[in-house]
């Protein structure tokens, strides 16, 4: 690989956020700091750093860059959804503070996990590769499991913890598996030669078709999506509050780069049958979510039935299957 001439811009914010996690492990063991004020600050600054970022990457223009043999792409839609997600993990953590220190979960853990979950999300966002979009995805997801089972003495959390894990175990499997289907069947795993193959006619029409079954399976999961919601009342009901906040905001981000990255662009050739299944996606997550939603007395299972409504929602975008929805969708997931 030539580095000569290379362009960092795009991968400067994922780089620092790496480098800025590891050192506050390393930084906590000289530091007396039983509130975490530093920790807290220093988090925080992090992202409003990797946020400048990528305010400054935005002068380059709307241009496509690529970089690591096409694996990682800096494009328009990138660049905006990473600075919303460092914007929305920073207002979550500042909100976050004083229930954080009410229950001694103010700890460098809590704040690294954080950090290497956005970095998971910012690496999802800017794949160009399906072994990159899945890295990311389990970066984020390994941390936000983690994150959940925090409150160690809440029996809630260790139940909510566990079956976020095996659920979203099974959810990774389906969707890698789906994967491994659509590259059996294109012969790549890079996104847009993916899509070439597939516009050309030269990929297997049955593989393909087992593929964007498992793949669309894989990521209702991620997304929420009824059938495929039933951990998310119970992930938001057992989670600290803090950790609810977080898994309601910037992971959404994150989701809608994925399925854009998975369907719309790599997978554009087969729209006419995933716009199928995620019309009945979308119609059981608005039905589902908004009139459950109303039945809830519980704050946090109302706002996860909101949440997989909001899903619904979104996916109408997609469904269009052209820019005008895309955009309206990443209008709507960032608004």
Known sequence: MNFTNVNLGPVLP?????ISALSLLLLDLWLRDE?????HWLSVATLAACALFGILDMQQGTSAVYMFNNMFVGDAMSRLLKLVVCLSAATTLLYAREYLLARGMARVE???LALLAVLGMMVMISANHFMVLYLGLELMSLSIYAMVAMQRDSSKATEAALKYFVL????SGMLLFGM???????GSLEIPQVAAKIASGAANPVLNSIGLVFVVAGLAFKLGAVPFHMWVPDVYEGSPTAVTLFLGSAPKLAAFAFVIRMLAVSLAG???DWQQMLIILAVLSMGLGNLTAIAQTNIKRMLAYSAISHMGFMLLGIIAANANGFGSAMFYVVA
């Open 14 to 18: 994922e780089s620092f956020l790496l």
């Open 35 to 39: 509130r975490g004020v530093v920790i």
């Open 110 to 112: 809590f704040y690294t």
């Open 168 to 171: 979203g175990a099974l959810a």
């Open 180 to 186: 491994s289907m659509i590259y059996g069947a294109t």
């Open 270 to 272: 087969l729209a006419a």
